[in-house]
């Protein structure tokens, strides 16, 4: 397995659930004790928060502060149910995300090649992570047909 190098953004979506902040904290927790992550962000408000680039970094934050987000109700990072558009209608904003901080997307493809290479030459971004198991579905973020789960796209350096 490839090993992934560079930073790491979470964000919450969704409405809030007793699991939600635990969740959080594992991948913050596991991104640090990787070695591999130099900086971990949380997105406030969810994709709004990518979207305006409104981050905190949790580098900064004591780890205790962190730990006790496990046991805090509610979203701590606050949520979002924002829906990004096709990349058709908004390619200088995929573009732009993915010039930012958190350098990467999650989103929905088709399993298609031909919309893999489409959006490498329209964003140099390429594939980078296809979870083990499907999650919910969607649309293909280039061509808009039946996605059965979203992938990490994330720009070649
Ligand atoms: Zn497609």
Sequence with gaps: MTVLKGNCLVAQSGGPTSVINASVVGVVQEAFRSGEIDRVYGALNGVAGILNENLICFNDEP????ELMRVTPA????????????????????????????GFLWAHWCGLAECEAKIKEETKATIRAIPFQEGEGGKCIRC???????????KAY
């Design 144 to 154: 808009g047909e039946a996605s059965v789960q979203r992938v990490v796209f994330a």
């Design 75 to 102: 979203a701590a990072l606050g949520s979002c149910r924002f829906k990004l558009k096709g990349i058709e209608e908004n390619e200088s904003e995929f573009k732009r995300i993915l010039e930012g901080p958190e």
């Design 63 to 66: 780890a205790e502060e962190i």
